[in-house]
């Protein structure tokens, strides 16, 4: 890993911080499109992806006797606040997940549609947010000007 200035604020790129955690700017995936259920304001999801994220792994559940899971890691970033196409306001966020998810979503429908699903009952979890489980997949790689610096 090199060490690439990220440029202002002394912040470093890819490497390790004194807490153990690392600023990354990840690669762009592909974009959601749903709602806040409670404002109707649109919320965009980019799931975009770093390879300092940990790739998916089968897991035994120990409450479900026998059963096996895919677990998947994600970094959630902060809640953005954007403008759609016809200027209205907007939430976005950053899911940042391994490039392998990434691209196997591009792969598999029915991968993608899990990630999804799982992308919206995290941002549920850790904002309170009830996001509409109906979606759009726009053509776009990212929503926003530039992928976000994230720390992991």
Aim: glycine share 10%; charged share 25%.
């Amino acid at each position: 890993m090199g060490a690439e200035g990220a440029g202002g604020g002394g912040l470093q790129l890819n490497q390790v911080d004194a807490e153990g955690g690392i600023h990354v700017r990840p690669d762009a995936g592909f974009v959601v499109k749903t709602r806040d259920v409670a404002s109707g304001m649109k919320v965009f999801m980019n799931i975009v992806s770093n390879e300092h994220v940990e790739k998916p792994h089968m897991k035994s559940f120990a409450d479900i006797e026998g059963e096996q899971g895919c677990r998947v890691p994600l970094s959630i970033g902060t809640p953005v606040e954007d403008f759609d196409k016809k200027g209205e306001p907007c939430v976005t966020y950053d899911l940042v997940a391994n490039p392998e998810v990434v691209e196997e979503c591009g792969k598999e429908p029915n991968f993608k549609e899990t990630v999804i699903h799982l992308c919206l009952s995290a941002l549920a979890q850790k904002y309170k947010v009830e996001l509409d489980t109906r979606y759009k997949i726009p053509k776009m790689k990212y929503k926003g000007n530039v992928v976000q610096v994230q720390r992991l």
